[in-house]
T-cell receptor
Framework: NAGVTQTPKFRVLKTGQSMTLLCAQD?????MYWYRQDPGMGLRLIHY???????AKGEVPDGYNVSRLKKQNFLLGLESAAPSQTSVYFC?????????????????FGEGSRLTVL | RKEVEQDPGPFNVPEGATVAFNCTYS??????FFWYRQDCRKEPKLLMS???SGNEDGRFTAQLNRASQYISLLIRDSKLSDSATYLC???????????FGQGTTLQVKP
């Protein structure tokens, strides 16, 4: 019953270091998302993907890159981490169409990854 | 201006009270609307979808007003366990781009 799994759950980086967050889902969902959540800001969409091999920019894409080489995985990369990227990162996935009573918008989230950049 | 806006609160209400939250969205092409619930330091979870005709799920009622571009969530007979942050979510253009409001915090007190 894995659902959406994010790794790592915690990470501390120094400014300028790079890292990759991995999101894996076992529900055969077409859509996958990366959000960041900061106090008072709610969840802000970084990048999303509507299918294997495709990605698109969200609200706050600068400083991040993503890849969706396999349907079940969505990777979020920080090439040169900055203190402003200190946040909680959530990955989510969803169906693309109405299916079995579910519709686009029913997101299944991972437990979050807490990233601190010093 | 944010595309999806909510009053962050906090809303402090006694048990048994009725409380209502509103959420406004700026893109008139938005197609689908949802309310999510997020407990402290946890991931958000779907509370309910919002349909044009309005919909009810137990003590929770969601309404959509397309003309004024807002959605609402009404909670009746509040329970202590309703204390959480409620997030409004809008699916713009059915493109898969799901935008969250900043959330409204509810604290139900005994």
């Amino acid at each position: 019953n894995a659902g959406v799994t994010q790794t790592p759950k915690f990470r501390v980086l120094k400014t300028g270091q790079s890292m990759t967050l991995l999101c894996a889902q076992d529900m055969n969902h077409e859509y996958m998302y990366w959000y960041r959540q900061d106090p008072g800001m709610g969840l802000r969409l970084i990048h999303y993907s509507v299918g294997e091999g495709t990605t698109a920019k969200g609200e706050v894409p600068d400083g991040y890159n993503v890849s969706r080489l396999k349907k079940q995985n969505f990777l979020l990369g920080l090439e040169s981490a900055a203190p402003s990227q200190t946040s909680v990162y959530f990955c989510a996935s969803s169906y693309s169409t109405v299916k079995g009573g579910l519709s686009l918008g029913e997101l299944f989230f991972g437990e979050g990854s807490r990233l601190t950049v010093l | 201006r944010k595309e999806v806006e909510q009053d962050p609160g906090p809303f402090n209400v006694p048990e048994g009270a009725t409380v209502a939250f509103n959420c406004t969205y700026s893109n008139s092409a938005s197609q689908s609307f949802f309310w999510y619930r997020q407990d402290c330091r946890k991931e958000p979870k779907l509370l309910m979808s919002v349909y044009s005709s309005g919909n009810e799920d137990g003590r929770f009622t969601a309404q959509l007003n397309r003309a004024s571009q807002y959605i609402s969530l009404l909670i009746r007979d509040s329970k202590l366990s309703d204390s959480a942050t409620y997030l409004c979510v809008v699916n713009r253009d059915n493109t898969g781009k799901l935008i969250f409001g900043q959330g409204t915090t509810l604290q139900v007190k005994p």
